[in-house]
């Protein structure tokens, strides 16, 4: 006969019982799953950077007292000046370019977009090297420049080859360049704007600059700032190409030295290597501060700075320390 529904189960029924007593659930770890290839892919990757800092350490042909000795030289100081000022003033008109280029691609006029976007396919598709050599050889083709009406008597003219200096037309050559880039990284934040912020200022009846000074351009640097930053890091790179043009910037002054100096080439690269890691370095931590700033109000919570993260990190660590001595 079946057991009717609900029947209690015998003894015999029962399932076996253990003889050992269970860990209390406080007691009990939960093992995590195991990861071989992790942790393989971690060994291989130490080895190979220990490899390396040890042959940069040990290799006497890097020369790293020589190393010492040029890296706060006046001469490479004075190279590395040149470099800062170049890239400061072809960063700020390269800007000041891009948003008057990004402004006319999405003018209304035909002729404005036409205009931006022939300039922006042209700077981007002519190397910079190129662009750098025309301009250093412009006074061959125009020795005077004048102002005036088209086929008609000009107003005033001066002698081009007075004005373009050096300095001049590397500043002139990197702007140039580096505003058809950065016409792009501008467009590109203006169109990420949510729709409803332009129909919102336009239904409250705010001029069409207000609306771009106060309420586009602010949240359209959230997603300029990364993208620009970008931009300046390979500018300050480009720098280098100055050299062509008769500029003693930080690489001109390295390639100068070894030239004079043949058994420092090494030392030298090396220290135009490691002043180029500390300036990208420093606009890469400006960069983070940025992006904090124009995050408040679009994220719950600010990311954590790098000081805040190892706070984190030390924290957890004294905890998780505390949890494996205490089972």
């Known amino acids: 006969m079946t057991e009717p529904p609900g029947a209690a ?3 015999t029924d029962a399932p076996p019982r253990s003889d050992t007593p269970s860990k209390p659930l406080a007691a009990q770890r939960v093992l995590p799953l195991r990861r071989p290839g992790r942790w393989i892919a971690t060994a291989v990757v130490l080895v190979l950077a220990a490899q390396f800092v040890h042959g940069l350490a040990t290799n006497p042909f890097y020369q790293w007292d020589r190393f010492g000795y040029w890296f706060l030289r006046p001469t490479v100081l004075d190279g590395l000046l040149i470099t ?8 700020v008109l390269g800007l ?5 280029l990004a402004l ?3 003018s209304k006029s035909p002729v404005l977009r036409a205009v931006s976007w022939t300039y922006v396919w042209a700077l981007r598709s002519i190397p910079l090297i190129v662009v750098l050599l025309f301009l250093y050889n412009f006074s ?6 004048s102002v005036g009406v088209p086929f008609g008597p000009a107003f005033f003219s001066f002698d081009e080859s007075r004005l373009a200096t050096d300095m001049v037309i590397a500043v002139i050559g990197l702007s140039l360049n580096e505003a058809a880039y950065a016409a792009e990284v501008v467009r590109g934040g203006i169109l990420s704007v949510d729709q409803g912020q332009h129909e919102a200022a336009s239904a409250l009846g705010l001029p069409k600059g207000y609306q771009f000074r106060k309420i586009v351009f602010p949240q359209a640097l959230r997603s300029i700032t990364p993208n620009y ?3 300046l890091i390979g500018l300050i790179k480009s720098t280098s190409l100055v050299f062509y043009v008769s500029l003693l910037d930080l690489f001109g002054t390295v390639q100068s030295m070894g030239a004079t100096y043949p058994g420092d080439i090494v030392p030298l690269l090396l220290v135009a290597t490691v002043w180029y890691l500390i300036l990208t370095s420093a606009v890469s931590v400006v960069q983070f501060y940025v992006e904090r700033h124009y995050a408040r109000g679009a994220t719950r919570s600010l990311p954590p700075t790098p000081l805040q993260k190892l706070r984190a990190s030390l924290t957890e660590l004294r905890a998780r320390i505390r949890r494996e001595t205490a089972i």
Do not use: D, M, P
């Open 9 to 11: 189960l015998s003894v």
């Open 84 to 91: 800062l000022e170049v890239a400061a003033w072809s960063a």
């Open 96 to 100: 000041l370019g891009g948003i008057l």
């Open 104 to 106: 006319a691609r999405l």
């Open 140 to 145: 061959a083709l125009y020795k005077t420049l």
């Open 229 to 231: 930053v970008n931009q």
